[in-house]
């Protein structure tokens, strides 16, 4: 059985799920966009959340981070099926972002 996973050995995959903001999350608007009339973190190109630090892979944002964020459990089962969706992502080149 594999170990679990952890954040310290993990490319932030998770941040580069679709975050929907609530109204009592105070983001940064150059954060953000719209999406389906929802205001959600934007991403890039690649998929991941902008307010990531790619050098370090770590959210520069965390002290005010959105609440979804906040509620993502590492090694909980939305941490699982984002790092295997990435894994199959991987081996197929990312040729699309995530949902
Ligand atoms: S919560 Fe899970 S998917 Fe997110 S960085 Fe941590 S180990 Fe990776
Ligand atoms: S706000 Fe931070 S924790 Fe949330 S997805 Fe973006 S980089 Fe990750």
């Not at 890039?44 to 959340?49: A, L, P, R, V, Y």
Request: glycine share 8%; aromatic share 6%; proline share 7%.
């Amino acid at each position: 059985m594999s170990a679990a996973p952890h954040c310290s050995a993990c490319d932030a995959v998770c941040c580069r799920l679709t975050v929907v903001l609530q109204p009592e999350d105070r983001i940064p608007e150059r954060f953000t966009a719209r999406q389906g009339g929802l205001r959600v973190m934007a991403r890039d190109e690649q998929g991941w959340c902008v307010a990531i630090d790619g050098a370090r892979m770590c959210c520069s944002i965390y002290d005010t981070r959105p609440g979804v964020c906040r509620r993502f459990a590492m090694a909980g089962p939305h941490c699982r099926a984002s790092r295997a969706e990435y894994s199959a992502q991987a081996a197929r080149g990312f040729s699309t972002p995530p949902e």
